[in-house]
């Protein structure tokens, strides 16, 4: 738990406070005094008397007992400091403004272990190193600016980046967007994001704690953390946005499979924040539009009305709602007519609603109260209204304050004109609202939060699967792929359906296994990670000679060690794979099998554990999911089965940490039955 003298200290300390405003230690003294701080301020520099009009003391030595410290001086000077304040001056919150720990070299990362030690001894809480501070409605202690407008019903903002905070900020101020705390947590040396999301799950109290969250994360160290407080925080009505970083990197260069070529850190970053219901964004304006629509009412349906006085930015929402999976329904009500009279001749209201570079206030009433109260497909609005600059605005846009504070459905104000009417924005801005300046940022942002699902409140228990064999087989196993023969055991072990097979070395076994298996049978090489490109998959193998000359053939091939053969099924090709992901434990992926993958990528993931909905959600996330239904008359697929193979290979996973990477490709479906035909997983202990 985060020690409260961190968040609501009765006394503070700037270690190296000094008059220069344009250092950290001047400035975040200056924000301390400007933010009225309550509580006893005091000041350690060596060589003056003053700062700021606070007495200083010389040293840390001198102080009296202090609640928070917020330090800002050389690193070296930080341990002896900070030891000074744990063990002599009962201070037990510490905000370190400094660089050149971690961040910088090995000497520092040293000194970095040391504070963490000294303020773990005393239970204390340590932000930082290397951050630009906290900024909650206790106190500024935070050395940049802007200093947001505090409100308890604002955003509760972490970051890992200093600069990037700033930079949020700065982005969601102009909206209007307000903030309850803000943490920098720089080196995240004792507590890093995943700990700030704990403690504001943990200390969530309904009806006063703020509901919006957002993140700014460059590492996830410790996602099962995160995923636990933030589904907890989502499932408590909290909404949750992050943008992480560092995504981009190839983290499959070294792969030897279809699933470690397509699995990726970022991937597993994305099956995290579905699972937790996190909304993933991409960028810093795209972050505060999600947060600015998370402080209107929540979205109840997809069918939006577009209200607007201009055609071009009507149009181009409408392409961001629709390419995004909302509608924009065409409006044909009888009352769709009444309200036309209402307004100027040229006027529509088929969807989008112009009324026109002419509409008034007026006007816009007439239509909000008819999509609120008349057009029973609509589920929210987004009214469009900016101006040439000809005559002021401040009737319309006080009108659409007053509608929003009535209507049922949701209204988002997308006012673009922020030169032309920047008054009048203002002014709208300071009766509490928000304001959406690029309707279409807004709307990919829209359809983002729609688009992202509920953390499952109830998920149904994982797969179960036989531990005692699976690990008799891991136990007994080296590194590097198994053998036929143990893929084959693990996948009995696992429950998952197999075609029948045997692992051949002689063109004697050949025939006699490939006669055993009936015909026609399927022969492939055991080695090679590539059969086909190889010439190492022979089809429709009809006859005993045939099967002895493939043989003959087919063990000359490179890096061949043996021949499996099975009997010829069809179906169409469905592919699961699992990979072991660095902290995040091991990404499932699921989609077409065969030369598909390669071709379409066309897959879905999510980390372990998977339950039956979750992996049902996966399949129906795939673009090529028509095929599950049948098309075109062929035979549906069952989702059901198909999923339940999924959760079969996460469980496994879970009872066998030591896969590393694994291939079920392809495996065979065709109505009810599905068979895994071709399987390959390699062990790392």
Known sequence: MIHEKLLNPKSIVVVGGSDDIQKPGGKVLKNLIDGNFKGDL??????????????TFRSVNDLPEVDLAIIAIAAKFCPDTVNTLANAKNTRGYIILSAGFSEENEAGAKLEQQIVAIINSVGGSLIGPN??????????????????????????????????????????????????SVFSVGNSAQIGVEEIVKYLDETYVEGESSKVKLLYVESIDKPDLLIKHAASLVRKGCKIAAVK????????RAASSHTGALASSDLAVDALFRKAGIVRCNGRDELTTVASIFMHPELKGKNIAIITHAGGPAVMLTDSLSNGGLEVPHIEEDKATKLLEKLYGGSSVANPIDFLATGTAEHLGFIIDACEKDFTNIDAMAVIFGSPGLCPVYDVYDLLHEKMKTCRKPIYPILPSVINVKDEIEAFIAKGRIN???EVVFGNALCKVYNTPKPQINPEAVATVNKPAIRAIIDGSDNGYLSPGDVQKLLDAAGINRAGEAVVTTRDEAAMQAESLGFPVVMK???PVHKSDVGGVVL???DVKTAQTEFDRMIKIKDTTAILIQPMLSGTELFVGAKREDKFGHMI???????????LKDVQSDITPVSQPEAESMIKRLRSYKIFQGVRGQEPISEKNFATIITKVAALCQAAPEIFEMDLNPLLGRGEKIVAVDARIRIEK
């Open 42 to 55: 005091y000041v350690v520099n060596p060589k003056m008397d003053t700062v700021q009009g606070i007495k």
């Open 131 to 180: 951050c630009v501070g906290l900024l909650n409605r206790n106190h500024n202690g935070i050395f940049t600016t802007p200093i947001p407008t505090l409100d308890p019903k604002g955003v509760d903002f972490v970051s890992g980046s200093g600069a990037t905070a700033v930079f949020i900020m700065e982005s969601g101020v102009p909206k209007g967007l307000t903030f309850n």
């Open 245 to 252: 970083s560092g995504g981009s990197e190839a983290g499959s």
């Open 436 to 438: 959406f300046p690029d």
């Open 525 to 527: 090489v055991v080695g």
């Open 540 to 542: 429709n193998v009809k």
């Open 589 to 599: 992926l699921c989609g077409m099998g065969g030369i598909f993958i390669e071709v």
